[in-house]
């Protein structure tokens, strides 16, 4: 199956300061990529669909101002925590897809801790 | 709206034992369905998918699972549990192969020796 990679795999922040993470697919052009976020014994919940070169759609409830999503090119996608907060420390999951009726594929996930 | 349902939180089995996770969906149109696999601190690895067609669908790693319409439910079957097999699994639907998800709770196994 096709690679998805995240960077980092984990980092700790003070709180209020801002978080990016990077989602790649390293071997195939994700025209679509999904964020989740995950708490701990918890499902994964999807916070924003991204599509290249157009503004991701954030699911209801989702700060679109506190967690900025860039998806500039067809191999990467962005997430921006801004001001971030302790309650902001999960787990973020990103996937991403060729395209319409294509396979999502999952990246390994950043955790985040805001202290 | 659409949901997905994994009634139990926690199951425990013998390594050697057949295991079922269980899955029942709400959905309007006929869905595409997944069971995902998650070990500790890591991403997602797809175990099996049903699209249509046959309604039993055979994955990775031995798991099999069977949409069944009329119940609205997409089980998770292993004949044999292996103990590398603990970890949490995840039922999630879709509109389509490569849309959103909506994933259930998650089912935490446990495997003993």
């Known amino acids: 199956g096709a690679v998805v990679s995240q960077h980092p795999s984990w980092v700790i922040c003070k709180s209020g300061t801002s978080v990016k993470i990077e989602c790649r697919s390293l071997?195939?052009?994700?025209?679509?990529m999904f964020w989740y976020r995950q708490f701990p014994k918890q499902s994964l919940m999807l916070m924003a669909t991204?599509?290249?070169?157009?503004?991701?759609?954030?699911e209801q409830g989702v700060e679109k101002d506190k967690f900025l999503i860039n998806h500039a090119s067809l191999t990467l996608s962005t997430l921006t925590v801004t001001s971030a907060h302790p309650e902001d420390s999960s787990f973020y999951i990103c996937?991403?897809?060729?395209?319409?009726?294509?396979?999502?594929?999952f990246g390994p996930g950043t955790r985040l801790t805001v202290l | 709206a659409q949901s997905v349902t994994q009634p139990d939180i926690h199951i425990t089995v013998s390594e050697g034992a057949s295991l079922e996770l269980r899955c029942n969906y709400s959905?309007?149109?006929?869905?595409?369905l997944f069971w995902y696999v998650q070990s500790p601190g890591q991403g997602l690895q797809l175990l099996l998918k049903?699209?249509?067609?046959?309604?039993l669908v055979q994955g990775i790693k031995g798991f099999e699972a069977e949409f069944k319409r009329s119940q609205s439910s997409f089980n998770l079957r292993k004949p044999s549990v292996h103990w590398s097999d603990a970890a949490e699994y995840f039922c999630?639907?879709?509109?389509?192969?490569?849309?959103?998800?909506?994933f259930g709770q998650g089912t935490e196994l446990s495997v003993k020796p």
């Open positions: 996937s991403a897809s060729s395209g319409s009726g294509n396979e999502q594929f």
């Open positions: 999630a639907v879709g509109y389509n192969q490569g849309g959103k998800l909506i």
């Open positions: 959905y309007g149109a006929t869905p595409y």
């Open positions: 991204s599509n290249e070169g157009s503004k991701a759609t954030y």
């Open positions: 049903y699209f249509s067609g046959d309604t």
């Open positions: 071997d195939f052009q994700a025209t679509t």
